[in-house]
């Protein structure tokens, strides 16, 4: 399996600009997790997706950041209009059904590297 | 609520001797409990989780863990130490019943020394 896939890896953007970040899960997972880490908030969980419908986005810092998840294969986070203070990694991850009673493990993408300037 | 705790920001070690992360952990039901580890510049990974049953879970790279319902602890131990191991480690926990995610404590940067 080739895991989470998250698209750019890299990316520096100016104020103001609009950023979109893409995450292809692990195949059959039904959960899907946005992260965000910074060396001062360690990692926190943004939002989280279950069969593509948002269950908890009680961690999305304010309006400007949106997820979405159009199939059980794709999302995204957009963050509209950025701010240096966005700057962070942003982890992407997933988890298959069942987690409840069984412990599933969530497994996580390479991580997208924001940087705004 | 639920939470963990990672009481040590640092842990330096030399090679080949044994290393301790720690983990204490808050919760008002039965916890999940895992430990990732996170090379630079790379996601996190799983080493080891306990749900159930033995106490003692052995995971990948050698590491282990010892789920201490007394004492709240879920530490994370190796016998000998590699050059290798040094990386940030996180301690999470899910609950039994609830949220579907995993709350992580704020990690621990193990350096061992050759």
């Known amino acids: 399996d080739a895991g989470v896939i998250q698209s750019p890896r890299h990316e520096v953007t100016e104020m103001g600009q609009e950023v979109t970040l893409r995450c292809k899960p692990i195949?059959?997972?039904?959960?899907l997790f946005w992260y965000r880490q910074t060396m001062m908030r360690g990692l926190e969980l943004l939002i989280y997706f279950n069969n593509n419908v948002p269950i908890d986005d009680s961690g999305m810092p304010e309006d400007r950041f949106s997820a979405k998840m159009p199939n059980a294969s794709f999302s995204t986070l957009k963050i509209q209009p950025s701010e240096p203070r966005d700057s962070a990694v942003y982890f992407c991850?997933?988890?298959?059904?069942?987690?409840?009673?069984?412990?599933?493990?969530?497994?996580f993408g390479e991580g997208s590297w924001l940087t705004v300037v | 609520a639920q939470s963990v705790a990672q009481p040590e920001d640092q842990v330096n070690v030399a090679e080949g001797n044994p290393l301790t992360v720690k983990c204490t952990y808050s919760v008002s039901g039965n916890p999940y409990l895992f430990w990732y580890v996170q090379y630079p510049n790379r996601g996190l990974q799983f080493l080891l989780k306990?749900?159930?049953?033995?106490?003692l879970v052995k995971g990948s790279y050698g590491f282990e863990a010892e789920f201490n319902k007394s004492q709240t602890s879920f530490h994370l131990k190796k016998p000998s130490a590699l050059v290798s191991d040094s990386a940030l480690y996180f301690c999470a926990v899910r609950l039994e019943t609830g949220a579907n995610n995993l709350f992580f404590g704020t990690g621990t940067r193990l350096t061992v020394i050759p």
């Open positions: 195949s059959g997972h039904d959960y």
């Open positions: 991850a997933s988890s298959p059904f069942g987690a409840f009673w069984s412990g599933n493990t969530i497994y």
């Open positions: 306990y749900i159930t049953g033995d106490n």
